[in-house]
């Protein structure tokens, strides 16, 4: 019995050392799984399941048929880079649904290969796919993991039990249906935000496992108490130290905590490390200060886990009589409602895009940004943080159940360390928001966010259902206006201790660049006296909103127009006007309107329209704008004084001025001084297109990307603003075109290619960078006209981490053995379809020992790839030990007659029908005999 019990002794202590050896002591990488993705459009129905056999493999783990098997053949698929929006690859088709931009969505597949390094066993391993539009169904080698039922929401999928290493090749499968439609605004289509593969230790942070946001303590004491949540993917109880250290915005070391943590196996744990701060540099839009903490993980003094969260410190009120408060400053909020879609490129946004539109809005006077209707990039939320936008964070759908609580709460773990967040939305117009069963909703949403986030309020935008019994601004901390203008005083009397906002207003139409309404053309003006009948124009929108001091600010409809929603028109309207700019970002009147109303650190003018009338337009009168910040307003037409006028900052300025062709001029006045001009004039013919970049260069990161703006010009020089000639560019040099626009509504043409015509003067042209440096040039030219170049640097930069994309040949990996013999058997023998316990499976890369036997079958099916049916291929075993016969669909296809460790290939014919492989292995009784290594299919063709 003693000797037993040792013996047992001995057998728990070596599988403790195997354990601990296997527990892989690494620190974090972060790597791109964006390129390389081989993707097919249209959908490609299931293989039908017939048969016992067939149908039993079907239901295992690791056994899918069809496109998501990692042996299915993709060889003819298009290769593509990630974000990828295949939507707007298309043409608008007048059948389409008008809300998704009259674009068809549909189904796609994709799917990506790589390989592990063998040093990665025993980490956990984890895919991240940050937005696939719309819902979507993940494979990894054969086996389905993850069921997406959001376009917004970021997948985190574990593959740690699924992954294989060295030569072994991991297969993503991914199929999408964008048939689903969750908005009612374009959604796109495809794996539209990047993809990720996340290499840790076992015991690890979990993705976004830091909530690190900052709370005021008194007037200069503030705490961020730390929440770190780790997990331990190992096999044994984890040991170990987590500490917390703040960063100044200089880098410089402030405070530190550490604190020793256990983590049972497969558990998480949560660990809570305060660190207190004196006197910070507050974050505000005009000066948004990010401080930085990092998160270290260690074991046995070695840091095996590491993670930088941004937070910002700041305070924020919502009161009922004077809105909203700032770190006890009491300003307006100033915000725009925002879809996610760009001109040229849909919803697969560059990341730089991000920026480039919070700039237009941060010069218009933007502070605050309303996600609508549905969580945004994760790099959209760090440029908010960085360039100083608060941001109403936006759920999508209004429902309680298990699955959208578990949406709800992924995006409040991931945003809610953002400074930039001042609201949580748990809700845009829902019908049952003037009902009991709303109330009951959101109080249960109200619960999930506030248990996760007890730092800031929570609002519900709503547009109707204020005075009924139960209604859902009962539940929320703050109340959301959209399009009341007509109820907020009756609504603040009755509910005087609810602090309120408009959610959402506006709605007013503009053409940009068009002075006169069309309904028969869907034209409308950009002179702000179109909206929806339910909206308002945007200067009764605003002067509403202002007028009131315990409304907290707004949320114009919207910053830029968006495909789809073609309101108030249909086919062939295709996008939106509503936007204070347009697709690409050109303003619109409306853009220099609340520039005008909300700048008030340097002078505002502006004139519309243009100059460039027709001749029979001389003498008749033209309605003139202009939009100041100044006190009074003069106008003159060549030189010759119209009026001055005092500056209403709402209504602005108008004039009705005889046309002239010619120099029409303004001038600002500021306590009787001039602190502005502008002007317009008439121009002259096009002479030649004019290029204007966004930057002077370009990261050469493959992945950095910029707008130019393409106009045509006069012999002077200036902006010809009617112009609308088709461009065509060329570009040479580490870069391509990705996408164009013009800010047309009503356009056709194709967002993809390299040709355009300018809408009303102006067309867009996207470029994007490829890896390595070099000069980019892009030309743009059309007939009659002197064409443009310009040259852009594309800058060396490290290349960002990244997976390496494998295209190899089919890979045979699921095998099953007959039982040992000593006399040889047959190796076509039948096997019977309800047989599933005879012929054992094996594992891959381990010899057979012959026990008292000298013969064993080894048996692989697999169905042929296009290249095989019509020209056959051949198969290579590498490290086949024992003597073999070759075995195909009954024929016998080859012969090993040594008995030595070797690689060994063997050809087949063309072949139609689903492979039955059979290795029939010869050896030496108590000898191993086997696959030691990979078995491969190739085709007579290259491999891409």
């Not at 539109?357 to 959209?380: I, S, T």
């Amino acid at each position: 019995m003693t000797t037993f019990k040792s013996f047992l002794l001995l057998l728990c202590i070596s599988f403790s050392l195997q354990a601990h050896a296997q527990e892989k002591v690494t620190k974090r990488e972060v790597l791109s799984l964006d390129k390389g993705w081989s993707f097919h459009k249209g959908d490609i129905p299931y293989p039908v399941i017939k048969g016992h056999n067939a149908t039993y493999r079907n239901a295992k783990a690791g056994y899918v048929s069809g496109v998501a098997s990692p042996n299915y053949d993709d060889s003819s698929w298009r290769i593509v880079n990630l974000p990828h929006d295949w939507a707007i690859e298309g043409n608008v088709n007048p059948d389409a649904n008008l809300s998704q931009g009259y674009y068809d969505r549909g189904f796609g597949w994709y799917r990506r290969k790589f390989k592990l390094d063998p040093e990665d066993k025993g980490k956990h391993l984890e895919i991240q796919f940050d937005g696939i539009s719309t819902h979507a169904t993940i494979w990894v080698n054969g086996t389905v993991l993850h069921r997406n039922w959001c376009g917004y929401t970021s997948m985190y999928i574990d593959i740690t039990p699924y992954a294989t290493y060295g030569d072994e090749i991991n297969t993503i499968a991914v199929r999408v249906d964008a048939e689903a439609q969750e908005g009612w605004w374009y959604e796109g289509a495809g794996i539209y935000r990047h993809t990720w593969l996340v290499k840790r230790s076992p015991l690890h942070i979990i993705t976004d496992g830091v909530f690190a946001h900052p709370v005021k303590k008194n007037d200069s004491q503030w705490e961020i108490p730390v929440e770190v949540t780790l997990y331990n993917s190992g096999k044994l109880p984890a040991d170990g130290e987590v500490e917390v250290t703040l960063f100044a915005p200089d880098g410089k070391q402030m405070t530190t905590q550490s604190k020793a943590v256990s983590v049972t196996a497969l558990r998480e744990g949560i660990t809570h490390l305060p660190l207190t701060v004196s006197d910070p540099k507050l974050w505000s839009p005009d000066s948004p200060s990010l401080y930085k903490v990092k998160t270290t993980v260690k074991q046995n003094g070695i840091v095996t886990d590491e993670v930088e969260t941004k937070c910002g410190f700041r305070t924020i009120r919502f009161d009922n009589n004077t809105g909203f408060w700032l770190n006890g400053e009491n300003i307006k909020i100033k915000g725009v409602c925002n879809h996610q879609d760009h001109a040229g490129v849909g919803v697969a946004v560059p990341d730089a895009f991000w920026e480039f539109r919070l700039r237009k809005l941060k010069e218009m006077g933007v502070n605050a940004y309303r996600v609508a209707h549905n969580p945004v990039a994760k790099e959209f939320m760090a440029a908010c943080d960085s360039m100083g936008i608060m941001v109403l964070d936006e759920n999508r759908l209004f429902n309680t159940s298990p699955e959208y609580v578990r949406q709800l709460e992924w995006q409040v773990r991931r945003d809610r360390n953002c400074p930039s967040v001042i609201l949580w939305s748990v809700f845009n117009e829902e019908p049952m928001q003037g009902t009991e069963n709303g109330v009951e909703m959101v109080r249960r949403m109200y619960d999930v966010v506030k248990k996760m986030d007890p730092t800031r309020p929570i609002t519900a935008a709503m547009n109707g259902g204020f005075f009924s019994k139960y209604n859902v601004s009962q539940a929320v901390d703050v109340g959301g206006f959209n399009y009341q203008i007509e109820s907020y005083d009756r609504f603040h009397e009755e509910n005087p201790e609810l602090p309120l906002t408009s959610s959402e207003d506006g709605s007013a139409f503009m053409t940009r660049g068009e002075y006169k309404t069309d309904y028969e053309t869907h034209v409308m003006d950009s002179y702000d006296t179109e909206c929806a009948g339910w909206g308002a124009t945007h200067r009764r929108a605003w002067k509403a909103v202002n007028e009131r001091p315990w409304m907290a600010g707004c949320f114009y409809w919207t910053g830029f127009d968006y495909h789809g929603e073609p309101t108030p028109h249909r086919w062939p309207t295709v996008s939106s006007f509503f936007g204070i700019m347009d697709l690409c970002g050109f303003p619109k009147m409306a853009y220099y309107l609340h520039q005008a109303q909300w700048v008030k650190d340097k002078p505002i003018l502006e004139l519309v329209p243009h100059w460039n009338w027709p001749a029979d337009s001389i003498g008749k009168p033209i309605k003139v704008m202009a939009l100041s910040n100044a006190d009074k307003v003069k106008l003159l037409l060549n030189g010759k004084e119209i009026s001055e006028q005092q500056v209403d900052p709402y209504e602005m300025n108008t004039w009705f001025v005889p046309y002239k062709p010619g120099k029409l001029e303004a001038i600002g006045y500021k306590n009787g001084k001039i602190v502005s001009r502008t002007k317009v004039e008439t121009t002259k013919e096009p002479v030649q297109v004019r290029l204007t970049p966004d930057r002077n260069n370009l990261a050469g990161d493959g992945r950095d990307a910029m707008p130019i703006t393409v106009e045509v010009v006069d012999s002077k020089g200036r902006h010809v603003p009617t112009a609308n000639h088709m461009i065509e560019f060329t570009v040479t040099g580490p870069a391509e075109i990705i996408g164009l626009g013009n800010g047309d509504p009503n356009c056709h043409e194709p967002e993809k290619g390299n040709k355009r015509s300018l809408f009303n003067g102006l067309a867009q042209v996207i470029i994007q960078s490829k890896e390595g440096a070099g000069t980019i040039t892009l030309t743009a030219s059309t007939p009659g006209l002197k064409p443009a170049a310009i040259t852009i640097n594309a800058d060396q930069v490290a290349p960002i981490p990244s997976i390496a994309p494998e295209f190899p040949p089919m890979l045979l990996n699921k095998w099953v053995a007959s039982p040992l013999s000593t006399e040889k058997p047959d190796a076509t023998r039948q096997i019977a379809d309800n047989d599933m316990n005879s012929w054992q499976p094996v594992a891959g890369n381990e010899l057979i020992k012959l026990e008292n036997a000298n013969f064993v079958i080894l048996r692989s099916t697999f169905n042929p790839y296009e290249a095989h049916k019509t020209e056959g291929g051949s198969i290579l075993f590498k490290q086949l030990t024992g003597k073999a016969e070759i075995w195909l669909n009954g024929k016998q296809i080859g012969s090993k007659a040594s008995d030595k460790e070797e690689d060994f290939t063997v050809e087949f014919p063309a072949v139609n029908e689903r492979c039955d492989l059979r290795v029939l292995l010869n050896g030496t009784t108590d000898s191993a005999v086997g696959l030691k290594g990979n078995v491969t299919v190739r085709t007579k063709r290259a491999v891409k």
